[in-house]
């Protein structure tokens, strides 16, 4: 349970950061947003691992670092931080958007798969991998991936890596259906994939 509690938490600061300085439009939101992310690793990275984000779970899950039994609940956990940490923005910020950004799908799909191949294959190599085991970096590693990737590709996708941040953006108004829809199969995809690339280069180590 106390991993589950920490995914949670994990997962609502950064949708709640991703939110509020989207929603506020802060011109450093990228920073904010991996800052957050990085925070919350260093936070939580040893009880959990620190996932914050379905897509790595899986990936994570594939490599066999994780139990098939807290792959649901992580996922639970997730998905269900995202929405709590939605409904509290708009909250605050007030009513939604009157439309949701217009992203390209395949240009979505695209940018959404290939960031969240990096930041899942920096996960693996930075937290999961022995010889990087007890490093003090790998916060840093991920949350600068995800800063990264939001500067680089935002404003082609919306940025979210992250299935948990796309149901947070959509349940703000930020994102359509058919966005969410992206987060949910480019990211997983992209997770996927770097898991698989990840024991090709190497092995059962």
């Not at 609502?12 to 800052?35: E, K, Q, W």
């Not at 709590?84 to 708009?90: D, E």
């Not at 937290?127 to 939001?150: E, Q, R």
């Not at 149901?167 to 992206?182: C, D, H, I, N, R």
């Amino acid at each position: 349970m106390k991993k589950y509690l920490v995914e949670f938490i994990g997962t609502f600061f950064l949708v709640f950061t991703v939110g509020m300085t989207v929603r506020s439009g802060a011109p450093l939101a990228p920073l904010a947003i991996g800052a957050s992310l990085m925070v919350m690793i260093f936070a939580g990275g040893h009880v959990s691992g620190g996932h914050f984000n379905p897509a790595v779970t899986l990936a994570v899950f594939v490599r066999g670092k994780l139990e098939t039994k807290d792959v649901v609940p992580y996922w639970v956990a997730q998905f269900l931080a995202g929405l709590v940490a939605a409904l509290i923005v708009t909250f605050l910020i007030g009513p939604k958007p009157a439309s949701p950004a217009l992203h390209g799908t395949i240009p979505s799909a695209i940018v959404e798969f290939l960031f969240t191949f990096a930041l899942a294959w920096v996960v693996l190599n930075v937290a999961t991998h022995k010889s990087t085991a007890g490093n003090s970096f790998y916060g840093l590693a991920i949350g600068t991936t995800v800063m990264t990737g939001a500067i680089a590709v935002g404003g082609v996708s919306g940025g979210a890596f992250n299935p948990a941040v796309g149901l947070g953006v959509f349940t703000m108004g930020l994102e359509s259906a058919k966005q969410l829809g992206v987060y949910l199969g480019a990211d997983l995809a992209g997770g996927l994939v770097a898991a698989l690339t990840y024991k090709v280069v190497h092995g059962a180590d």
